[in-house]
C-alpha cells in the first residue's frame, strides 16, 4: 500500500516503550480535541477526544493531556504495539463552529 | 458498526476529465464534510453541509468543484475539468453535531484515493 505522509516529523519507539505525539493548536477559542490515528492507504480513525473543560482524559492505553495556556496537545500510548505505527492527527474545534482544524501529523514508528 | 461510506476507493483519470466520489454519511449525522488530503499533510476542509445546505465552502475552487447533498443525506463531489495537482485523496466525515451547543465526533469514510495523469 502508499504510505501516508511521506515527509512527517517521525517519532521511532521500541515495542513496549510509552510514546509521547505532541500537538500545538492554533487558535485559542478552541474548545474540543480529537486524536486521529491513519493507516496508510485508510482513512483517519478516531482515538479520543478531550474538551476544554478538562486537561486529562484516559481511554485505553491512551491518555490526552491539554494545556490551554501554551495551546499544547499530547497525545500518550501505553506500550506500544506493533499495531500502533501510524501517521497521527490531531484536530481542533474553535468554539461555536462545526469546523475541524487538523495539524500536520506526526508518523509514529514502533521498532520490534 | 455505523460507518462513513465512499466510493471509489481508487480513482485513475487523464487531465481535463470530469470525476465524481460519492459519500453515505452514518444515519442520522447532519453535518458532512468534505475533505483533500495531500500525500504528507493533513486533512483539509473543501465543503460543510448541514443537512442539505453548504455552511462553509470558502477552500472549495468553484471554477472546477462543485458539492451537492440534495436530500441531506448521502453527497457527491465532483471536479471537471481535473488537473495534475488535484491527485490526492478525497475524505469524507459526518457528525452527529446539527445544533449551535456542542459538537461531536467527526467519523471519516476510507477515502478515495484520486490519481491525475
Known amino acids: 500500500g502508499e504510505s501516508v505522509g511521506l515527509h512527517l516529523p517521525t517519532l521511532s519507539v521500541q515495542e513496549g516503550d510509552n510514546s509521547i505525539i505532541n500537538c500545538a493548536y492554533s487558535n485559542s477559542a478552541s474548545d474540543y480535541f480529537i486524536w486521529y490515528k491513519q493507516e496508510s492507504g485508510k482513512g483517519p480513525q478516531f482515538i479520543i477526544d478531550?474538551?476544554?473543560?478538562?486537561d486529562k482524559r484516559q481511554g485505553q492505553r491512551v491518555t490526552v493531556l491539554l494545556n490551554k495556556t501554551v495551546k499544547h496537545l499530547s497525545l500518550q500510548i501505553a506500550a506500544t504495539q506493533p499495531g500502533d505505527s501510524a501517521v497521527y492527527f490531531c484536530a481542533e474545534n474553535p468554539s461555536g463552529t462545526y469546523k475541524y482544524i487538523f495539524g500536520t501529523g506526526t508518523r509514529l514508528k514502533v521498532l520490534a | 458498526e455505523a460507518e462513513v461510506a465512499q466510493s471509489p476507493r481508487y480513482k485513475i483519470t487523464e487531465k481535463s476529465q470530469a470525476v465524481a466520489f460519492w459519500c453515505d454519511p452514518i444515519?442520522?449525522?447532519?453535518?458532512l464534510y468534505w475533505y483533500r488530503q495531500i500525500l504528507g499533510q493533513g486533512p483539509e476542509l473543501l465543503v460543510q453541509f448541514q443537512d442539505e445546505s453548504v455552511v462553509d465552502d470558502s477552500q472549495l475552487p468553484k471554477d472546477r468543484f462543485s458539492a451537492e447533498r440534495l436530500k441531506g443525506v448521502d453527497s457527491t463531489l465532483k471536479i471537471q475539468p481535473a488537473e495534475l495537482g488535484d491527485s490526492a485523496m478525497y475524505l469524507c466525515a459526518s457528525s452527529a453535531g446539527g445544533g449551535l451547543l456542542g459538537t461531536g465526533e467527526l467519523f471519516f469514510g476510507e477515502g478515495s484515493r484520486l490519481t491525475v495523469l
Open positions: 478531550i474538551r476544554s473543560n478538562m
Open positions: 444515519s442520522g449525522h447532519a453535518t
